[in-house]
């Protein structure tokens, strides 16, 4: 079957840097995707890393390592507009997307 | 323009209750979907639906039927509410069915069910 964690919520300060991690267990895999959710509103698509290695995007990055069943998202230069929660999908072998339950990331000023 | 837009909102319902959830996307899209966020933050997937199949997630109880006019639109039914089903519903389109890589998702802003 599948797994996939990440940590239910993280605390950063505004300015500076968060990595949030997300591993997943899978027999097939398409790709993992990051989606921004915030509170009371629908997520909206952040990224998509098929292949290994960094995939940048302003102040978001994201990583992949496919071997090791592992992924982070990266934020830089952090807003208080970030808070929100953090969502990483990941694209099974029949293309059905088996989702987090998502990282809550708190910004302090 | 919004692009996938669903109504109502908020709905409050008594158990036993029949109620209808609209959806409806502006992208030209050709795929739909319904999903299920419960009080843990899971988004678990109902149903995808796409002029030619429907895909319908097992785990889903037959009291909810989804009902597509046309393609731009994908109601959700559901008959005879129960508690279990208060969560937030969302609608979603994408190009195709999520079977090319990197196709995106794009979501409506959430239907707040609360059965009482």
């Known amino acids: 079957g599948q797994n996939i964690d990440q940590p239910t919520e993280m605390t950063a300060t505004e300015g500076a840097i968060v990595q949030i991690n997300c591993t997943y267990q899978?027999?097939?895999?398409?790709?993992l995707f990051w989606y921004q959710q915030h509170a009371g509103e629908a997520p909206t698509f952040l990224s998509y890393n098929v292949l290994d290695g960094l995939e940048e995007k302003g102040r978001f990055s994201s990583f992949l390592s496919r071997s090791k069943g592992y992924s982070y998202l990266l934020l830089k230069e952090l807003q208080m507009k970030d808070s929100a929660s953090y969502l990483c999908?990941?694209?099974?072998?029949?293309?059905?997307?088996?989702w987090g339950a998502g990282t809550k990331l708190i910004i302090k000023p | 323009d919004t692009a996938v837009s669903q109504t109502p909102k908020y709905l409050v319902t008594q158990m036993g209750n029949d109620k209808s959830i609209k959806c409806e996307q502006n992208l030209g899209h050709d795929t739909m979907y319904w999903y299920k966020q419960d009080s843990k933050k899971f988004l678990k997937i109902m149903f995808s639906?796409?002029?030619?199949?429907?895909?319908i997630n097992e785990t889903v109880p037959n009291r909810f039927s989804p009902k597509s006019p046309d393609k731009a639109h994908l109601n959700l039914h559901i008959n005879s509410l129960e508690l279990g089903d208060s969560a937030v519903y969302f609608c979603?389109?994408?190009?195709?069915?999520?079977?090319?890589?990197?196709?995106?998702?794009?979501f409506g802003s959430g239907t707040q069910l609360s059965v009482l």
């Open positions: 899978t027999s097939g895999f398409n790709g």
């Open positions: 639906y796409n002029n030619k199949e429907l895909i």
């Open positions: 999908a990941l694209m099974d072998s029949n293309y059905q997307l088996i």
């Open positions: 979603a389109s994408s190009q195709d069915l999520v079977d090319r890589l990197n196709e995106k998702l794009f």
